[in-house]
């Protein structure tokens, strides 16, 4: 996961992380999420061995809330399911 100097978060998949970051860093890729957004940084990242599984993690993520996607950042994992509901007014 990068964070961006807008302050959004971009989540991916890669099987070269060193290389997608340095991408995203270059600009490399006109079209995409980071380009106006530079610079970025490495925020959060995990290793799978399943390349289905870690697509099926990164559409998770996608779909969580900042604060969700915050909590995971600072390894806050206790907080993650309180995270996930919805919040009723």
């Given at each position: 996961?990068?964070?961006?100097?807008?302050h959004?978060?971009?989540?991916?998949?890669?099987?070269?992380?060193?290389?997608?970051?340095?991408?995203?860093?270059?600009?490399?890729?006109?079209?995409?999420?980071?380009?106006?957004?530079?610079?970025v940084?490495?925020?959060?990242?995990?290793?799978?061995?399943?390349?289905?599984?870690?697509?099926?993690?990164?559409?998770?993520?996608?779909?969580?809330?900042?604060?969700?996607?915050?909590?995971?950042?600072?390894?806050?994992?206790?907080?993650?399911?309180?995270?996930?509901?919805?919040?009723?007014?």
């Amino acid at each position: 996961m990068l964070r961006c100097s807008d302050h959004t978060y971009y989540t991916g998949v890669t099987s070269n992380l060193e290389k997608r970051i340095q991408e995203h860093k270059t600009g490399k890729h006109v079209k995409s999420y980071t380009y106006s957004r530079r610079p970025v940084k490495l925020v959060f990242y995990a290793e799978f061995s399943d390349i289905r599984m870690a697509i099926e993690k990164e559409k998770q993520v996608k779909k969580w809330s900042r604060a969700k996607k915050e909590a995971l950042i600072q390894e806050n994992y206790n907080a993650l399911p309180n995270l996930a509901k919805k919040k009723f007014r």
